[in-house]
């Protein structure tokens, strides 16, 4: 990454989002000593009252896009950003919040709000890449504070970060664990999931919910087919799909696939 003078300028934005991805952050410790050294902290609500205007070299991203207001705001910070990373499930595939995006948004504002004129919001929650071009994203729900320090890390030195893809079925693997499908015959998203969790659900003998998205070339249908197979409700399937990463596209059309079915 080059920069005109000093260490790169790095701001912190949050959208719609429970701010856990922020926090996996500063729980770093000591290793978020270490990625202090090498920028410029200049925009970091959750840290900081403490800002500065940009451009910013690096703009870390977190939340989907869930109003008006947040389209604007999200092109602004877009003009402003050199190098764009998105954050977590909500940044990168519209979070839980976007199961809104099968239902009627008004009837939710209606039914929570004593004076629904007052709210401005959209019928979706979106991903961030739906509405400008993000340079690199990191899954999770919440993501992996180690990934993130390894991205800034790769950034600041002029490499491309490394950050696995493979599916959750592999970590289980290495971890030695029991394929829990297999054994037990309860759904699990391991086959169609990105690592970066190191399998914690599987381990604990529960299925995986799918919290860092789909994995690369995969095929859901194939799993879908195969666990409603083995005696999985449909309607049961779908709600697998349609979880922190309900938004991200193969769990999407998937999702729709299989509710038809029901």
């Not at 402003?80 to 809104?100: K, V």
């Not at 690592?195 to 070339?217: M, V």
Request: net charge negative.
């Amino acid at each position: 990454m080059s920069t005109s003078a000093g260490k790169p300028k790095l701001g912190v934005f949050k959208f719609a989002s429970c701010d856990g991805c922020q926090l996996s952050l500063l729980d770093a410790e000591d290793h978020l000593l270490d990625v202090l050294g090498l920028v410029d902290v200049t925009y970091f609500l959750e840290a900081t009252s403490h800002i500065e205007d940009g451009p910013y070299d690096v703009a870390l991203v977190e939340g989907s896009i869930t109003t008006p207001h947040d389209q604007e705001r999200i092109q602004d910070i877009r003009r402003q950003s050199s190098f764009l990373i998105t954050i977590g499930a909500c940044a990168t595939a519209g979070g839980i919040q976007a199961l809104r995006n099968w239902a009627d948004c008004d009837d939710f504002i209606r039914t929570v709000y004593a004076s629904p004129e007052y709210i401005s919001s959209l019928a979706t929650s979106t991903a961030i890449a739906d509405h400008v071009q993000v340079d690199f994203e990191l899954r999770g729900c919440p993501i992996n504070q180690y990934q993130l320090i390894e991205v800034i890390q790769s950034l600041v030195a002029g490499r491309k970060p490394r950050t696995r893809t493979h599916s959750v079925c592999m970590d289980c693997k290495q971890r030695g664990n029991v394929c829990i499908t297999v054994a037990t015959g309860e759904p699990c998203l391991g086959p169609v999931t990105q690592s970066g969790c190191g399998a914690i659900c599987p381990t604990y003998n529960r299925g995986c919910y799918g919290c860092y998205g789909p994995a690369k070339q995969i095929h859901a249908q194939s799993l879908t087919d195969h666990l409603i197979g083995e005696g999985a409700a449909p309607a049961h399937v779908v709600q697998l799909l349609r979880n922190f990463n309900s938004g991200a596209e193969p769990f999407r059309d998937e999702s729709n696939r299989v509710e038809a079915l029901t």
